[in-house]
RNA sequence: GGCGGCAUAGCCAAGUGGUAAGGCAAGGGUCUGCAAAACCCUCAUACCCCGGUUCGAAUCCGGGUGCUGCCUCCA
């Protein structure tokens, strides 16, 4: 596949390290606060590439951190009066059912920097030893000047940083652009003993010591939002690459786009999040991950909250679909056409070059659909065979896997989760209606008994009380749709 | 101030030299007792503006305009 490399800005092949393997390490969150859309956005980037290397045939290692120690965290934790490590594992279990509710699979490996400071020790020793490094009054710094290939990843220079000036003023640098490896504990921190002092580790030095660890110098992908470009990324670079001794750290810098709000990025420290849980109080996962997956992952992405309606439709069509061939391949009977065949095969091929181009979502998405109307059209023009609908079934969810939008089942889920809601607005029209039900039954129950009542009526041809029966449950949010295999009903509003 | 990115229909969005994918919304039709669903048709002479290169440009070059990211914690 080919994949657009941020150290290069280019899209390049994607050559692994070792044939048939790809080891991919991606910066994850810091755990203090309820994960945003944009958190989940990164997430599901990356969920997708994996899946897309599974798919083609790749063993994937995939390895994401908590960085569960850190200024905010520590913060945060004196405010509430709870220690830090409680309070980011906390947040952490959240991140981990939002993760879990958009269908992305479990990293391999989620090392937290609270469990790698021994990684993050020996390291620092290493770049020490390299010359490096220095230590000062409050912790121990990366001397940048030292490392010639600063600034390649995000395209500045040292001499346009210093005279740009906006870096921190610390007297305890000897140069503005160097970045704390170690910082020493002030009285009350939680700290970690070490050859320099008792402190915990500077932002950064955790994800060059876990990927070292875990996947091991020149390793394939490493990921993360594009806001962690500078400085993140470039110090990891040339702090890896100091104790690396001339060895390579990393083969694609692979970096997804922002969400933003409204006209700005959006983000914890100016407040204008939209957490993974709100949205997901109003829409399925499902619904959460098509609607980031109509964009390119490395483009920006302005949030609307119309746009989840859009989405919404278009998952209910997905859903019905299946819905729809499933009831097809009860009967499994008769061959796959040739020229049906080809639809399928060619909707495959039409799939993965989609995805092999960069992960061309919009464009993977667009094969979906066709192929949707493709299928719809033929079994409208003859019908089909149930062999023929397992082979589309089976074409289908396999593409829907590699997009990770195989949950269909929460659609059903949500749809009787909604259905639900409105029993007490249904045992009113069942009233209404005199449907023979009792009241203390479920939504569904009663749902079916006024379908049940309409049916009688229109058998015996009183159209127009089926119609009044029919517009009362329009009025609570309930459409129905008169099939010829029977009644179906959505769920509208 | 420095370094980037983006600008395609009412909305979302692909497309990096060969004459504008796909979805939502909208309108018309087929089917249906009627409706819905499904299917069919229609829906940007046109890609922010102005120049240039080219037989040919949304795509390349130059100049504008607008929005935006990073340079400070950030996915």
Redesign the pocket.
Same mark, same amino acid.
């Given at each position: 596949m080919r994949i657009h490399d941020t150290l290069t800005r280019k899209t390049v092949e994607l050559v692994p390290r070792e044939l048939g393997k790809i080891s991919m390490y991606v910066?994850?969150?810091?755990p203090y606060a309820s994960a945003h859309i944009?958190?989940a956005?990164?997430a599901v980037a990356y969920d997708l590439l994996k899946r897309y290397l599974q798919h083609a045939g790749y063993v994937v290692t995939h390895v994401s951190n908590y960085?569960d120690i850190?200024d905010?965290i520590i913060r945060r934790a004196q405010e509430q009066g709870v220690t830090p490590l409680e309070l980011s594992a906390r947040y952490i279990g959240e991140y981990l059912e939002d993760m879990a509710a958009l269908n992305v699979l479990s990293p391999d490996i989620t090392p937290r920097v609270s469990e790698s400071i021994q990684d993050i020790i020996e390291l620092i020793g290493r770049i020490t030893t390299n010359g490096y490094a220095y230590v000062s009054s409050d912790g121990v710094y990366f001397s940048v000047r030292k490392f010639g290939r600063y600034g390649r990843l995000?395209?500045?220079s040292v001499d346009?940083?210093r005279s740009?000036a906006?870096?921190?003023v610390n007297e305890a640098k000897e140069d503005p652009l160097d970045f704390a490896l170690w910082k020493f504990a002030k009285p009350g921190e939680i700290s970690w003993d070490s050859p320099w002092g008792k402190g915990r580790p500077g932002?950064h030095i955790e994800c060059s010591a876990m990927s070292l660890r875990h996947l091991g110098a020149g390793f394939d992908i490493h990921g993360?939002?594009?806001?962690?470009?500078?400085?993140?990324h470039e110090n990891e670079i040339a702090q890896s690459e100091a104790a690396l001794e001339g060895q390579q750290f990393v083969r694609y810098w692979v970096h *997804?786009g922002?969400?933003?709000m409204g006209? /700005?990025? +959006?983000?914890?420290?100016l407040g204008n999040v939209m957490t993974v849980r709100e949205l997901l109080e109003q829409y399925p996962g499902q619904v959460v991950r098509l609607y980031l997956l109509?964009?390119?992952y490395n483009?920006?992405?302005?949030f609307?909250i119309?746009?989840f309606?859009?989405s919404f439709?278009?998952y209910e069509?997905m859903a019905?679909f299946e819905v729809f061939l499933q009831g097809l391949t009860e009967e499994p009977h008769g061959s796959v056409k040739a020229e049906f065949e080809s639809t399928c095969s060619s909707f495959l091929g039409e799939f993965d070059a989609s995805l092999a181009?960069n992960l061309?979502t *919009?464009?993977a998405?667009?094969a979906v659909? /066709?192929f +949707?109307?493709r299928v719809?059209?033929t079994?409208?023009e003859r019908s089909l065979g149930g062999s023929e609908a397992s082979r589309v079934l089976e074409v289908f969810r396999s593409t829907l896997w590699v997009l990770g939008l195989d949950q269909t089942s929460d659609y059903m889920k949500h749809k009787s989760s909604l259905l639900a809601g409105k029993r007490h607005a249904l045992v009113a029209v069942a009233a209404e209606v005199e449907a023979a039900v009792d009241d203390s039954r479920s939504a569904s129950d009663l749902l079916d008994a006024i379908i049940m009542k309409r049916q009688i009526v229109?058998e015996a041809g009183q159209?127009d009380i089926?119609?009044q029966i029919r517009e009362r449950l329009r009025g609570v949010g309930i459409?129905?749709?008169?099939?010829i295999d029977g009644v179906r009903y959505?769920i509208r509003g």
């Open positions: 910066c994850g969150v810091t944009g958190h956005r990164t960085t850190d905010k995000s395209g500045r346009e940083m740009g906006r870096v921190e932002w993360g939002g594009e806001d962690l470009i500078f400085p993140h *997804s922002m969400v933003n006209a /700005e990025k +959006m983000s914890k420290s109509q964009t390119s483009k920006p992405l302005k609307s119309s746009g309606g859009q439709t278009n069509r019905e181009d061309n *919009s464009r998405l667009a659909y /066709e +949707m109307t719809r059209r079994a409208s229109r159209y089926a119609d459409a129905l749709e008169d099939g959505r």
